[in-house]
């Protein structure tokens, strides 16, 4: 199992092994170059832009290979003359996980000075509203653009299914009260990884976005290491549907049944530098984990805690936090209230270089092996427990089968 810039051993016997849930590999068909050039010589996109007074590309700048294609489509307009184009970063998204292609210092530099969108500051402009009169505010530039690009990796997200597509306007484009107002009821909802149809969440992520309208897009699905393994330019939700194909052959291994212990890697640096960024790999774990089972995190945490915003407030009763979280929410708080909902829920061990008092605050056990948290978790569940191993939990959302066919035969009738 990858923890940090090395791996750990995991041995499971035979009889205990429900499944080892990796990603699977996919080569791409196309080069970037040659998607994007094909889809704007079948669209009016260079016609419109030539009455433009504003292009705006904006982009996911976690992604390496988003941040290229923002560069490349720059540069193909400007080849046609036009200079009216602006780079437009989205808000780094802490659901999100980071590029595996990025340097170390977490950011690849357009060559077109990029602006970055900040939730808070940045000036917004309103697009609409929903069924219930809340107003939809993105980011002004955006908004007020003549022509609208996008470029977003896609990947599976712990709370509205898939990364790109709606949520990439909304929260990515969003301002702070729009991000509140749509994403609040994420505190107490059904966590659906890689699940968009009768997810609520991504239903109105999907409203809000249609509030504006967008250009061009490109969608990209990269692999755990960087690799584009496919790149759909073109319509905005044409393309996001079809990344959202190839993210769920890739990402969604199927599994039986849920296991009763489930050990999770959140697939070495970057993304266990710290448990904040480890965080999402424990939410997913929990979905494919027996009710009250076991979680077990592997996590270096080279930087200890990351950027959780209250500090894990320990010793203040649930109901307590709940309500700090809906007052001053954030998605780095809808973050920490869901790992602190996963610790409730079933018994999760870390196994990472962070003091036992620091895990505990999340309501954490903390194990200083993998070894030493299988045993005591095989002592708790008992020796027939099945396990599923899960080395790219950053990256991977496994599909219940049993679930599955539920689901299907509900949908028949």
Known sequence: MPYGATDVAVAVQDENLLGFLAPLEESASNRLEEVVRTALAGKNLFEAARQAKRIVIAFQGKSGACTSAANLLAMQLSDQGLENIELLEEAWDPTIPLSGAMRTDGSIQPLHMPTRHDPRGSQAAKVGQLDDGSEILLNETFANADVRCV?????VNPFWGYSGGPSFVVPGLASERTIKTCLT???KAERLPGALSGNPTYEKLLHASQLTRIDFAVHLVEHPDGRV??????????TFQQACTLAGKLFRPSLRRKADIVISSAGGAPWDRSLFEASP??????NICKDHGIVILVAECSEGLGRFPSGGLGGVESKARLAHARRFFSLDI???????RVSGDHRVYLVSTLPEHQASLYGLLDAKSVRSALERAIRHAGKEAKIALVPYGSHTAPMIEQDYETSQMQFIS
């Open 185 to 187: 009821p994420c505190l």
């Open 151 to 155: 470029i977003s990796d896609v990947a």
């Open 334 to 340: 809808l973050l920490e209230h869901s790992l602190r």
């Open 229 to 238: 393994a496919g790149a759909f330019a073109g319509d905005f939700m044409g």
């Open 281 to 286: 790999s424990a939410l997913v774990a929990a």
